[in-house]
């Protein structure tokens, strides 16, 4: 059994949960994750859980819904704990809050530079939808 402990964030943690994030190679110039994560906060469709091992914040998804479809944000684990199972876990506690809200449907965006992750989400059931994303900046500012 894991010792993994799976909670809702924590209120004093936002930077460990960045430097995770980083670690991981999820933060891109254009979504600054503190930022990421006030706007989580405010949400009542949202919410960032937290794997702690002994204390330590070892894995994260932010996992929210848009009234339609699940969608999971932020999958993280420590790199020296990837491959320990934890991964499996803190998604699996995503599609729990998904299925306690009546979400049928749980979805993921994966940035085309990050193709070591796909066989992770493989073995988890996840397949490949074929779709166009498509997007339009709703700022002044278009980040490059």
Known sequence: MSDLVITTLPDDRDQEIADLWTACGLVVSYNPPLDDIAFARQSTDAEILV????????????????????????????????????????????????????????????????????SFYDHLGYETSNVTVMQRWLTDEIPS
Not at 74 to 97: C, K, M, N, R, T
């Open 51 to 118: 794997g702690t091992q002994d204390g330590r914040i070892v894995a994260t998804t932010l996992v929210g819904h848009d009234g339609h479809r699940g969608w999971l944000y932020y999958v993280a684990v420590a790199p020296d704990l990837q491959g320990s199972g934890f991964g499996a876990e803190i998604v699996h506690a995503a599609e729990a809050w998904l299925k306690e809200r009546g979400v049928r449907k749980v979805q993921l965006l994966v940035r085309a530079t990050n193709t070591k992750v796909m």
